[in-house]
């Protein structure tokens, strides 16, 4: 396996106020691509800090990121969106999905950034939904989805676009643990059948259980590492 | 085009909310569209191809102020003159005060010199055999549900007739119309000089205003000046002028029109920017987790901007294209309304440009400050809430 996200020495300094607090501090990190990983440690470790920065969604302080090869950190606004669109899909604890668009239509939004035509974007539309087990609910609004399946939705809305890197901040932290199993299964099938690299935050144990490797964050610094 | 629906749905997110600002939005245009109807009603006043061979002569000091009849045959002798027909100001109000008619004291050949208006040869003939006839625009009688034969009765704001009484009666014995329905006798009653002049103490041969056509109109200067030149250093001097310019100096005299309506406009438009700038503030505002996850998904600063920007001009288009397409149909009632004073009703072409252009020049005034602060959108404070 090649690495795909390369961390060398990376902090992380917020400043509130007056007062500068660092969140990550000279962290090192290689995953290698088709790892599915798990991120775990108490509230303000640094976990979610960590994970947009792989994400492209915040500039370290220090240090460097590269994602496939690619400096990431050296990358501007327009640029790293450009990225983002490509290389990266979310998925967050509380789905985020639009609520005034169908799932269908949801699932299409990144595909607005690419070159695909109206067409070529809803017939890939629908085929992620139906691997994700929705094809069904296709033009059901968000509010008419349960949580579970609401979660999926932003599932097939992060790999739509067929990027290496999916990161999720606490996928199931929002739902019962029937609909929790069938994400986190859901997840595995993308890292074991589709080759997807899967960063993971996660509180849950039994979340964790279904990733290969987990690191635990304390203070903003890695201290344990553990193969699944 | 492709982000036209996303567009579409931030807009409706909030149904009621939007609805009610799109018919704000719908009103601004509308009273937009009748105004500038009313504006270009009468700035268009006088303009036509019979308007141009037409000079009207008044006195130079007033057009309250009457001249002596003797002028016509004076005014008929000047070279390029071709017919020289005269009116009266009568001012009738039928049945109560505020219906206001404008009825002008005609003589015999008065619609000689508006070709333009078409009465048939019976109703002309029933006219000139009826001193105490009077012929009506067909407006108005369809407005008061008048029949030829039907008495008349007109209270004038000025003259009194022999028993010093301000109510008159007339004989309806034809009607008055044109081709386009835009000539301003289709909302009027004529009546006969001769029978005002002889009927009314306070009219003694005197006339209000000539009308004359010539037969060359690039001498309608010349010929301006040949008139006036008839009463120069006199106790009635005159001032003769287009038929367009005597319009619009007559309605200047009543009121700016334009400045009334550029000034209803400016409030109007006013009010909806702090209304609708305050709207999409406020729908920005509870959208910034969506956008945040919009640019988390890779959209950039720029289609951020571009998205909310779309959604104020898109608000801005929608309402006033409702509101100008409205205008149409209610202002097919303004004619009626104005006693044939405004026909011009439907939105022109100029009309829906300046819409158009008002309604996306303010669409990209309201969502500029909503869009820039959509675009500095923080993604990781935005999703975290802060």
Redo the contacts between chains.
């Keep these: 396996m090649s690495t795909l996200v390369e961390i060398r020495d990376v902090s992380k300094t917020y400043e509130r106020g007056k007062q500068k607090v660092e969140v990550l501090h000279h962290v090192n990190l290689d995953i290698q691509k088709g790892d599915f990983l798990a991120l775990m440690g108490p509230s303000g470790s640094g976990k979610t800090t960590l994970l947009?920065l792989i994400?492209g969604?915040?500039s370290p302080s220090g240090g460097s990121i590269s994602v496939g090869g690619q400096r990431i950190d050296k990358l501007g606004?327009?640029a790293l969106?450009?990225?983002?669109?490509?290389n990266v899909g979310?998925i967050?604890q509380f789905y985020?999905l639009?609520?005034?668009?169908s799932a269908q239509?949801n699932v299409e939004?990144?595909l607005?950034?690419t070159a695909l035509s109206?067409a070529e974007r809803k017939r890939n539309a629908a085929i992620a939904l139906q691997l994700v087990g929705l094809a069904d609910r296709a033009s059901h609004k968000p509010t008419e989805l349960s949580g579970g399946q609401q979660q999926r939705v932003a599932i097939a809305?992060a790999f739509v676009s067929d990027p290496s890197l999916l990161v999720c901040d606490e996928p199931t932290g929002d739902l019962d643990r029937q609909s929790a199993e069938e994400v986190l299964g859901l997840l595995q099938v993308l890292n074991r059948e589709h080759g997807k690299t899967i960063i993971m935050v996660t509180h849950d144990p039994k979340a964790a259980e279904y990733a290969k490797q987990t690191l635990h964050l304390d203070k903003g610094t890695l201290v344990e590492q553990a193969a699944a | 085009m492709?982000?036209l629906?996303?567009i579409w749905?931030?807009l409706?997110?909030r149904k009621t909310r939007t609805i009610l600002t799109l018919l704000s939005i719908i009103m601004a245009f509308l009273l937009f569209g009748m105004l500038d109807a009313v504006r270009i009603s009468f700035a268009e006043a006088g303009q036509s191809a019979n308007g141009a061979e037409r000079l009207q002569t008044g006195a130079r000091l007033s057009f309250i102020q009457t001249l002596p009849k003797s002028l016509t045959e004076k005014i008929a002798a000047v070279p390029g003159v071709k017919d020289v027909a005269f009116a009266n100001w009568f001012g009738g109000a039928y049945q109560d005060p505020h219906n206001q008619v404008f009825t002008f004291a005609v003589s015999d050949n008065y619609l000689d010199v508006y070709p333009e208006v078409i009465v048939s040869a019976e109703d002309r003939k029933a006219f000139a055999d009826d001193l105490n006839g009077i012929l009506a625009g067909e407006m108005l009688i369809k407005k008061y549900g008048w029949k030829i034969g039907d008495t008349i009765p007109l209270q004038s704001q000025i003259f009194p007739n022999q028993e010093g009484s301000k109510n008159w009666s007339f004989k309806l014995v034809g009607v008055m119309s044109s081709k386009d329905g835009r000539a301003f006798q289709s909302g009027m009653i004529i009546l006969h000089w001769k029978k005002f002049d002889e009927t009314t103490p306070y009219n003694q041969g005197e006339v209000g205003w000539y009308v004359s056509r010539v037969t060359d109109v690039n001498q309608a200067d010349r010929i301006a000046r040949d008139i006036d030149a008839l009463s120069a250093n006199s106790d009635h001097e005159t001032k003769t002028q287009t038929e367009q310019a005597a319009t619009r100096n007559w309605i200047k005299q009543m009121a700016d029109i334009g400045l009334i309506v550029t000034s209803i406009m400016g409030a109007v438009f006013f009010t909806l920017v702090l209304l609708t700038g305050n709207t999409m503030m406020q729908a920005v505002r509870e959208r910034t987790?969506?956008l945040a996850?919009?640019?988390?998904?890779?959209?950039?600063?720029?289609k951020v901007l571009g998205l909310v920007l779309g959604e104020s001009v898109l608000l801005l288009l929608l309402g006033g294209a409702i509101g100008l397409a409205l205008v149409s149909v209610i202002g097919a009632a303004l004619p009626a309304m104005s006693g044939g004073m405004i026909n011009n009703t439907h939105v022109g072409i100029s009309s829906w440009v300046v819409g158009i252009a008002l309604a996306t020049g303010i669409g990209l005034l309201i969502g500029a400050l909503p869009a820039t602060r959509a675009m500095r959108i923080n993604?990781?404070d935005a999703?975290a809430g802060r």
């Design positions: 947009n994400g969604l915040d606004g327009g969106a450009k990225w983002r669109a490509a979310f967050f985020n639009l609520p005034m668009l239509k939004v990144p607005l950034l109206a809305r | 492709k982000y629906h996303l749905a931030a409706f997110r987790n969506e996850v919009l640019k988390t998904m890779g959209f950039s600063n720029h993604i990781v999703l």
